[in-house]
């Protein structure tokens, strides 16, 4: 499998890249690795800040409504039970509550080159020789991806995280900036564009073109 690759200018290099079949190239049959996958990490990135009274912390309901007998009405001891309003939630979030879920390494792995995979079939590989910012200025960065033909939603992967990388690509709010070792399912299915360095692509092919 072959795709075109760009030089660091943005000019077309003469020498395509060969992508591994066994990570850019696996048969497909349903998405539900995939979606359990993307699933998962949307699960542990979840904040758990929710939190409600029970009867016991809700302010007042101390006295009691009305008295015991001789009023005709059901007796009754807080204001603050749960079937009246105001009063305390039963069964809420606690704040406590573990939403944390975990893969298989071999079965992360196999899902994120199921994601890649589809992202080949859809044509939104692209590669680079060489990605670098000597200043770290976002303009050439940008620069460089018009060139590329990518003006969506990108995945930059790369070797090093360097600096100049991260600080030129920190305020572009549809580009994101990660090692070879750290794609992942979802920021692979997000993205309209992956775009490889030789060199991560060469990281990735090695840590996810064996059978574990």
């Known amino acids: 499998m072959a795709v075109p690759t760009y030089t660091a200018s943005g000019s ?8 591994d079949k066994a990570v850019f190239g696996v048969e497909v049959k349903n998405h539900q690795l995939v979606r359990q996958a993307y699933d998962t990490y ?42 009246w309003r105001g009063g305390g939630i039963v069964f809420g979030p606690t704040g406590e509550e573990n939403y944390t879920k975990k893969l298989p390494t071999a079965t992360k792995r196999q899902a994120i080159r199921q994601a890649l995979s589809l992202a080949s079939d859809a044509n939104k590989i692209v590669v680079i020789e060489k990605l670098s910012s000597k200043e770290g200025k976002t303009s050439e960065i940008v620069k460089l991806l018009s060139k590329l033909g990518v003006n969506r939603s990108s995945l930059v992967v790369v070797t090093d995280k360097t600096p100049e990388l991260i600080r030129a690509t920190a305020n572009l709010q549809d580009v994101k900036l990660v090692s070879a070792k750290y794609v992942n399912v979802f920021d692979a299915m997000n993205a309209d564009h992956i775009v490889f360095t030789n060199d991560a692509l060469s990281t990735v092919n090695e840590w996810l073109g064996g059978t574990k």
């Open 42 to 83: 949307l699960s542990n990135g979840r904040d758990n800040l929710a939190v409600t009274k029970t009867r016991g912390l809700v302010r007042g309901g101390g006295k009691k409504p009305w008295k015991q007998k001789g009023t005709g009405r059901a007796r009754f001891g807080s204001s603050r039970n749960p079937i």
């Open 12 to 19: 077309k290099a003469s020498t395509p890249a060969k992508l």
